[in-house]
């Protein structure tokens, strides 16, 4: 059947910081200049804020722009941080580390512990209430094009195609969506942006993203228990010196806690699995001293980018832009990226609408967003700790000297390090790592994943093709097991990924159980020949985060 259509002037894929961002902006100066600009936003999760996970520490500098009256408004930040900790762990202790020694970047005086999902809920009522239309439930599933090559708009996929590919009886066909500017806000690892940059050559000039797997939990905890407004991060156990990442808790409103974790995706040993390590990490003494006695309310993991300032590609190609963690702006060493991928957003919007304004009819380059975001406050911030991430690539300890220098010299040193190489191409073969003993989980701290999967309230329709693509089907058996032990069975952190075998322990097969994602894209990213695709299912499946 023919799809049917609908123009706007522009429309903007995914409902996240930059998205909305993107929107309140392009409607606040249609208002200002009385010009009549079309927004739409596609948001692939059952509503607004389903799909969007962060710790969050939130910097408001954005908001501050974007909103100046947001307290007034009733903007969700209602815990500023208070107490700041950053501990160096070790198996059963840790130390800290005085605050004094602390480079300006990780502190959090004036931030506000939040649900990042909560936040854009609220700016998509700003957005509409100003008359942007926001679509939760449709999944953008592939680019349109003009004749002459330019992007001209999205199309949502069709629904009701059952499992064997062919339409069943509630098939109803996608909608296209055609837009002078199209703006890509899809966040980490987007399958639209994957084909943007390919078709436009757009990361020709820059490095390679490289990414984390952040996991987070949201507790109840017992009052006595509770500090509001306590920030703590800290690195080392359990990962060994030769694994980035780390831990942290933030204690909110009403005796909540957000507790998480981030691996980053370029480690090294083929056993290690990053939900484990998260669950090991719960079980710190500092960390039991704050769980015991409260309850689990929810989970849900995520990509994070973490290439940083050298890994920005090109932001702009024919009839629209990239925009937040599609092109990645996360300050590795804030542990932050919504108010840069705010700000993105916000450029990109005055640029667009200038352009819209003065009779552009977009097949072209919006050229001034390039240019306005590479001098902007949020790609110097970015620039000032490029060389962060990439020192660790020496190990923990030459990381964090190295790292600690740049932060304190703001980036002045006169050299930008390289990231050594993508992550999916760090992995020993099994014969020469070690594996890791995980201790079972005792259902009162440490949790399974399945149980885990039960609290992200994850949810896909069943008679659906899978949409998580094997290019060649033979590679996770006959390549990854041999090589491997096919890591996907411990890197995706739903249990989405297993090796089967028969009663004598022979014949294995490799299962998927697209049921059980909570599009976190760690397979599109870790998977050694970048066999696995990860593509959109149908519009609202995936989690349903309520607070995170």
């Known amino acids: 059947m023919d799809r049917e259509s609908m123009e706007f002037d522009v429309v903007i894929v995914g409902a996240g910081p930059s998205g909305l961002s993107a929107a309140i902006r392009l409607r606040q100066l249609a208002i200002e200049k009385g010009a009549d600009l079309s927004v739409c936003v596609l948001e692939k999760g059952s509503e607004v804020g389903a799909h969007i996970l962060s710790g969050a520490v939130f910097e408001p500098h954005a908001l501050n722009e974007l909103i100046p009256d947001w307290k007034e408004k009733g903007a969700p930040l209602n815990t500023q941080v208070q107490h700041d900790e950053f501990h160096l762990f070790s198996k059963n202790g840790s130390r800290r580390i005085p605050n004094w ?12 512990i939040i649900s990042l999902g909560n936040l854009c809920r609220w700016l998509a009522e700003q957005a509409e209430a100003l008359g942007a239309e926001i679509y939760p439930g449709f999944a953008a599933a592939e680019v349109l094009y003009h004749e002459d090559g330019s992007v001209r708009g999205v199309a949502t996929g069709d629904m009701g195609i059952g499992k064997d590919g062919q339409p069943t009886a509630n098939h109803q066909p996608g909608m296209e969506l055609h837009a002078k500017y199209t703006l890509i806000a899809e966040g980490v690892r987007g399958s639209l942006a ?27 905890v017992e009052p006595a228990r509770h ?11 359990p990962l060994d010196r030769k694994t980035y990442g780390g831990g942290f808790c933030y204690h909110l409103e009403d005796n909540q806690v957000s507790i998480g974790y981030v691996v980053a995706l370029d480690y090294q ?8 390590e998260f669950q090991r990490f719960k079980t710190h003494p500092r960390l039991r001293s704050i769980l015991e006695g409260g309850r689990r309310i929810s989970y849900g993991a995520r990509a994070i980018n973490e290439g940083g300032y050298q890994s920005v590609p090109k932001v702009v190609f024919p009839g629209g832009a990239i925009i937040g963690c599609s092109a990645g702006f996360v300050n590795v060493p804030k542990v932050k990226g919504s108010h ?26 919006v050229d001034t967003y390039e240019t306005a975001l590479r001098s902007s406050w949020a790609m110097k911030e970015l ?33 930008t390090l390289k990231h050594p190489h993508p992550d999916h191409e760090s992995l020993a073969p099994k014969e020469k790592a ?8 005792d259902g009162v701290i440490t949790f399974d994943r399945l149980s885990s999967v039960f609290l992200s309230n994850t949810n896909h329709e069943e008679n659906q093709p899978s949409h998580l693509q094997l290019l060649d089907a033979e590679i996770p058996i006959e390549h990854n097991l041999k090589l491997f032990d096919e890591p996907a069975q411990r890197y995706c952190p739903a249990g989405v990924y297993e090796v089967v075998r028969d009663a004598d322990g022979e014949n294995p097969q490799f299962v998927i159980n697209a ?17 696995i695709q990860w593509t959109v299912p149908e519009g609202g499946g995936g989690p349903n985060y309520p607070n995170m």
Not at 434 to 441: E, F
Request: charged share 25%; net charge positive; glycine share 10%.
């Open 383 to 415: 620039k000032a700790v490029r060389n962060c991430r990439p020192a660790f690539k020496w190990g923990l300890w030459a990381g964090t000297l190295v790292s600690g220098i740049e932060l304190w010299l703001r980036g002045r040193t006169p050299w």
């Open 227 to 237: 500090k509001l407004g306590t920030v703590m991060h800290g690195f080392g156990w």
């Open 515 to 531: 049921q059980n994602c909570v599009h976190c894209k760690t397979c599109d990213i870790k998977d050694p020949l970048q066999n």
């Open 434 to 441: 070690k594996p890791i003993d995980y201790p079972k989980p």
């Open 340 to 365: 840069t991928a705010m700000k993105s957003g916000m450029l990109a919007a005055e640029c667009v609408a200038e352009a819209l304004m003065s009779g552009r009819v977009g097949h072209d380059e």
């Open 101 to 112: 020694l602390l480079p300006p970047e990780l502190h959090n005086h004036g931030n506000y």
């Open 269 to 276: 040993n083929p056993y290690l699995s990053p939900f484990d």
């Open 194 to 220: 994957k084909s943007l940059f390919d078709r436009f050559d757009l990361r020709a000039d820059c490095q390679h993203q490289t990414f984390g797997i952040g996991l987070k939990e949201l507790w109840e």
